[in-house]
């Protein structure tokens, strides 16, 4: 399983307003430069984040996005989830129900249903806080 960029990236902010959202808030131009991620890029991010009700912004002299919740009250899993739709390492596994025509006599599919369920667990366990902190 390959994260995107946008996974990537939208890790990074939520990180970065974990860390920098005591302040205030916190604009996008800011994020950028700190992050070293371009401005237009994190623009089509933000409103995954926003839309999934992750983040709130404000608009004028002194605004910029916020989190809605406490740091950690959110899990990389969540995050990741919200920008690359799904973990699934197969595409088999990526419905709510498998469609494939093999599902019942596959033998390698155990093994992907097994990682899956690894890397939702570990994801799911780390959370921005310990991010920020550095306790991972």
Known sequence: MLISTKGRYALRMMTDLAEHGKEGPVSLASIAS????SLKYLE????LLTRAGLVVGASGKGGGYRLT??????S???ILRVTEGTLAPVACLECESNTCPRHDRC????VWTKLEERMNEYLDGV???DIVSGQI
């Open 44 to 47: 089509r991010i933000m409103p």
């Open 107 to 110: 033998r390698t599919l155990p």
């Open 34 to 37: 700190r992050q070293e991620i």
């Open 69 to 74: 919740r406490k740091p950690s009250e959110y």
């Open 127 to 129: 959370n921005l806080e």
């Open 76 to 78: 990389a899993g969540e």
